[in-house]
């Protein structure tokens, strides 16, 4: 009887180990595991961080890109606004010149004509 009880403890002993050992392997998996998700959760706080800091560098450019469209816009139409009172003033000056030169016509023409009467 004492044989059969021994072997049942070293059964039970030999099933307990191995159980035991499951369970130690399991445990080390589960740290593994955990090592691994707390290494991916900083991963992901970075890329969070990360990608924060890209967004504000964006709006930063996108601000910065608008002011300097409307600077140039603004400095575009201050220069339309002069150009175009140039071409006013040019008309006129052409107006004049015209009309100067249609005066001139008159007058070459009126002494012409009286050459020919002194002629």
């Known amino acids: 009887m004492e044989d059969k009880t021994f072997q049942l403890l070293e059964k039970m002993y030999s099933e307990f180990s191995e159980r035991f050992e499951k369970?130690?392997?399991?445990?080390?998996?589960?740290?593994?595991?955990?090592?691994?998700?707390?290494?991916n959760t900083l991963l992901l706080e970075k890329a969070n961080t990360d990608i924060k800091t890209l967004a504000e560098v964006q709006e930063n450019y996108i601000n910065q890109n608008i002011k300097q469209h409307n600077e140039i816009i603004n400095k575009l139409d201050s220069d339309i606004d002069v150009i175009k009172s140039s071409i006013k003033s040019l008309s006129k000056d052409f107006r004049f010149i015209k009309h100067k030169l249609h005066q001139t016509e008159e007058d070459v023409f009126d002494i012409k004509d009286h050459l020919k009467i002194i002629k």
């Open 23 to 39: 369970l130690e392997n399991e445990v080390s998996r589960l740290i593994s595991l955990e090592e691994k998700v707390d290494k």
